[in-house]
């Protein structure tokens, strides 16, 4: 089903291999406060360290303008070590004399990362002559990055033109489980959509409703759909000048034959804050002193039975303040909803982009679904129909 080379199709014994891995962790004082993305990375790494390939780590880190100590990669190898069990070297810089000898100096099997790659203006620029220094030190590149995928930067794009290139374990995981999810889906589908504004996901609703059976919209911005629908929301978090564009996206829904599934009641409040004392509204009778924060006991059953109609569901975002005691309950019991189908079998779920990996984990349900995406930028492109050029460069490469 790939179209996408995999390290399957690699023999990496005795080469060079440069691995573009997600290397931007969390750290405070130095010290990386969270290893998630360096235990996802494991699995390419040992692969081809346990096949007898040099594993040349490539990365970025952070927004560095030029060389900038507080931004060196250097900070998480002994995380990266101990997550890995193995030992791992560094080199001072990622082209140029010190990673050659570097690279010279592990043995095949060994583990090495070369210095933050946004330290050269070239990275960003995918600037040809970056991408040749780069290449001379690595005889194969493997992507497994998919979080910067949606960049054309030299590490994670321009390699992929100039060396023979695969998609790496974690990349091959990410891609898989995208395609399942809307590119070859098993029908019906429905997403969920919920955030706050419909302005920073118009491109990703005209999209989905061309894909998708069903959507779900909750969240602020269901609010601006409502009221442009001639819905009185009160003090409600809405985009009011938007009415006109929810209106052509619901229009492209019925044509696309796409259900738009909005809230029929809502959860509101009176102020902004932890346990504010809420209460279940009709639509027709939202105060006009009031803001809707969550969708209400009824869209809650709507949204469970959306859920049950699916073989497949794509989530982004939380359809309620969910931060705020007990506006959280709409994005919890719908996750919970959808995690459970999962478990039984009936539902293969795919969730990522922004806040909605910790709604999910606040409802302590983001093992359950079939696929959590931590990739933020590249995974809302992808829901965008964007094409993904560090994905692209993978598929097209012929040899
Ligand atoms: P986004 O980054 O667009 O996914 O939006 C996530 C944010 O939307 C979260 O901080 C939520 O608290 C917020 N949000 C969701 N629903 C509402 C709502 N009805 N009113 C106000 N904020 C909301």
């Avoid at 399957?8 to 998630?36: F, I, Y």
């Avoid at 009415?243 to 019925?254: F, G, H, P, S, V």
Wanted: net charge negative.
């Amino acid at each position: 089903m790939t179209t996408f080379r995999t390290l399957d199709d690699a023999d990496v014994k005795d080469k060079r291999v440069l691995v573009r891995v997600d290397l931007n962790v969390p750290m405070e004082n130095g010290r990386v406060t969270d290893v998630t993305r360096l235990e996802r990375i494991v699995p390419t790494l040992i692969d081809i360290a346990d096949r007898g390939g040099k594993v040349i780590i490539l990365a970025h880190f952070g927004r560095p303008k030029g060389v900038d100590p507080s931004q060196s990669l250097k900070a998480v190898v002994p995380s990266l070590a101990h997550v890995l069990k193995r030992p791992v070297a560094f080199a001072e810089d990622c082209i140029g004399e010190a990673a050659r000898r570097a690279v010279d100096a592990i043995k095949p099997g060994e583990i090495l990362v070369l210095e933050n790659t946004r330290f050269h203006k070239g990275e960003e620029k995918n600037d040809p002559d970056f991408v040749k220094a780069l290449a001379e030190n690595g005889d194969l590149w493997v992507a497994d990055a998919f979080s910067a995928s949606h960049r054309a930067h030299a590490s994670t794009e321009g390699l992929g033109h100039v060396l023979p290139a695969y998609a790496g374990r974690t990349m091959q995981a990410e891609l898989e489980a995208l395609t399942k999810a809307l590119d070859q889906p098993k029908r019906p589908v429905v997403a969920v959509v919920g955030g706050a504004k419909v302005s920073t996901k118009i491109d990703l609703l005209e999209n989905l409703v061309t894909r998708v059976d069903a959507l779900v919209i909750g969240g602020g911005m269901a609010n601006t759909f409502l009221h442009a629908q001639g819905i009185r929301i009160g003090k409600s978090l809405a985009e009011k000048d938007l009415a006109d564009t929810a209106r052509r996206i619901m229009a492209k829904a019925e044509e696309a034959k796409c259900a738009i599934i909005l809230p029929v009641d809502a959860t509101v409040a009176f102020h902004f804050e932890n346990n504010a004392p809420s209460f279940a509204y009709g639509l027709d009778a939202i105060p006009s002193d009031a803001m809707i924060l969550d969708v209400g006991p009824q869209s809650i059953a709507r949204i469970h039975a959306a859920i049950d109609d699916a073989a497949t569901l794509v989530w982004n975002g939380p359809l309620g303040a969910f931060e705020l005691n007990p506006f959280d309950k709409g994005t919890v019991e719908a996750a919970r909803h959808a995690a459970r189908r999962t478990r039984e079998g009936k539902l293969l779920s795919v969730a990522g982009g922004g806040d909605t990996v910790a709604a999910l984990n606040a409802a302590k349900v983001a093992d359950d679904f079939t696929y959590v995406s931590t990739a933020g930028g590249a995974f809302l492109e992808w829901l965008e129909g964007k094409p993904l050029p560090g994905v692209d460069v993978l598929k097209t490469r012929s040899s």
